[in-house]
């Protein structure tokens, strides 16, 4: 269970909004130059408004190698609002621990606190190949 009070956890909910709302702007532009107008519709939703499907999901069937960068942030948005809804937003996926507020005000979708965050970034380095 997060570690996060309401009023933290409320800060952190609009930041990721904000981020959520910015890259969908850079999706809109990227569609409407790409010609795909009638799909910016999708765009129009809210997150969590469009059922199971996510929209990152759904930008990845338009094919576009224009957006895949935008996909990835997209997604990690969508999986921070799911932790939000689940309870596990600000846990460390990896340990368990809590990941501290700063880190988050800083990195909204942070996942790992920083020690399994390091972590990793040392495996992958290492031509991710992790030691068990
Ligand atoms: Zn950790």
Known sequence: MTALNPSQLEQLNKKLNEQYQA??????????NSGNQHRIDLLNSEPGDSGDESLANALADFNLTTLDRHIDGVRDVEAAFQRIRSGEFGV???CGDDIPFNRLQAYPTAKRCIVCQEKREREYAQGGHPKL
Do not use: N
């Not at 890259?23 to 409407?32: Q, S």
């Open 23 to 32: 890259l969908l702007r850079e999706v809109r532009d990227e569609l409407e």
């Open 92 to 94: 460390c996926i990896d």
